[in-house]
């Protein structure tokens, strides 16, 4: 069997064996059901630490270069209005066209497209259709 490079966990959770990074499988819309702006985000990610979300405590807002990674236009998926994205079809499909990062300036916060790859400034209280991918891991080239 070939070696995949993304990997079912089998809870919820994908690992990504190019970048050492584990993935949650649902964004926080998809899990809690509802938008959130980055701050709730930060706070139910903190919420996910709590529970223990797949067996870990230590889930994050993925920086920009982390959620770079799981793009490429050669993926294929659909987020929640069934339009195309470009996230690797393991994930779970009808998640956002785009996702929070960590980065912060003031009152605005960096979102990533899902749809074109490119990152933009958003009011990090924004009530958008905006949600956050957890993830877990330091991001290194695996050999």
């Known amino acids: 069997m070939p070696d995949e490079r993304f990997i079912d966990n089998g809870n919820e959770t994908v690992t990504d064996n190019k970048t050492g990074l584990t993935w949650s499988r649902k964004d926080s819309r ?4 509802r938008w959130m702006h980055l701050e709730k985000a930060e706070k139910w990610i903190g919420e ?12 994050r807002v993925p920086k920009l270069e ?5 793009f ?12 195309e994205i470009h996230l690797p079809s393991i994930f779970e ?6 996702a929070w990062t960590d980065t912060v300036n003031a009152d605005r916060a960096m979102m990533f497209s899902l749809v074109k790859g490119r990152s ?5 209280l924004g009530d958008g259709p ?3 991918r957890p993830v877990r891991g330091t991001r290194g080239e695996r050999p």
């Open 48 to 59: 996910m630490n709590s529970a223990k979300f797949g067996g870990y405590d230590d889930w």
């Open 120 to 124: 933009s400034w958003i009011n990090k």
């Open 72 to 83: 490429d236009k050669s993926f294929s998926n659909r987020d929640f209005g069934k339009s």
């Open 93 to 98: 499909p009808g998640c956002a066209d785009s």
């Open 130 to 132: 905006f949600a956050v």
């Open 66 to 70: 982390d959620i770079k990674t799981i």
């Open 30 to 33: 998809q899990i809690a059901g």
